[in-house]
T-cell receptor, first 112, second 114 residues
Framework: NAGVTQTPKFQVLKTGQSMTLQCAQD?????MYWYRQDPGMGLRLIYY???????DKGEVPNGYNVSRLNKREFSLRLESAAPSQTSVYFC???????????FGPGTRLLVL | AQSVTQPDIHITVSEGASLELRCNYS??????LFWYVQSPGQGLQLLLK??????LVQGIKGFEAEFKRSQSSFNLRKPSVHWSDAAEYFC????????????FGKGTHLIIQP
């Protein structure tokens, strides 16, 4: 039982490049989330998926897209990376929105 | 808009001393409240949560927190800290209004002095 896994762990991009961050959970959770963490800012919600087949914007969605591929997987895509997207990205999941969110280990992204 | 305030950016405590980390939230209804801990380079681990009922909740690693509606607070406490408690601590809440994510405070960095 791996919990929430994220790939890659680290990534360096040049401005304008695209990439997809992958997230998978093996806890049969319905809800999944993407957050970004910046120094002194705490975690901010980018997008979430309340259940398979649905996605919604969070607090800071600009520059990102998401796909809830199936119940297990929730990917985050940067179509044209910008230096302002340098951050640590965390995926989380919960059985339902009222319940505890479990976090992955994070992806550290540097955009040059 | 929902907000969570952790007034202390850094706190330094001697090993063996007691600890209290402050958290205030701004939302009218009873929120769902959480404390998470993050060790360097790691993801977030849940310490404890409050949804309803007894306002004093016990968590892992000897932590507890008390919900005070009148003060809109959910402070985290530990009677005696260990060097391994050095980490970043985040308070978070969910409004209970729908299937969206958590609102996090900016975190408190805990330093343990020998």
């Amino acid at each position: 039982n791996a919990g929430v896994t994220q790939t890659p762990k680290f990534q360096v991009l040049k401005t304008g490049q695209s990439m997809t961050l992958q997230c998978a959970q093996d806890m049969n959770h319905n809800s999944m989330y993407w957050y970004r963490q910046d120094p002194g800012m705490g975690l901010r919600l980018i997008y979430y998926s309340a259940s398979e087949g649905t996605t919604d914007k969070g607090e800071v969605p600009n520059g990102y897209n998401v796909s809830r591929l199936n119940k297990r997987e929730f990917s985050l895509r940067l179509e044209s990376a910008a230096p302002s997207q340098t951050s640590v990205y965390f995926c989380a999941s919960s059985s339902k929105w009222q319940e505890t969110q479990y976090f992955g280990p994070g992806t550290r992204l540097l955009v040059l | 808009a929902q907000s969570v305030t952790q007034p202390d950016i850094h706190i330094t405590v001697s090993e063996g001393a007691s600890l209290e980390l402050r958290c205030n939230y701004s939302y009218g209804a009873t929120p769902y409240l959480f404390w998470y801990v993050q060790s360097p380079g790691q993801g977030l681990q849940l310490l404890l949560k409050y949804f309803s009922g007894d306002t004093l909740v016990q968590g892992i690693k000897g932590f507890e927190a008390e919900f005070k509606r009148s003060q809109s607070s959910f402070n985290l406490r530990k009677p005696s800290v260990h060097w391994s408690d050095a980490a970043e601590y985040f308070c978070a809440h969910h409004s209970g209004g729908g299937a969206d994510g958590l609102t996090f405070g900016k975190g408190t960095h805990l330093i343990i002095q020998p």
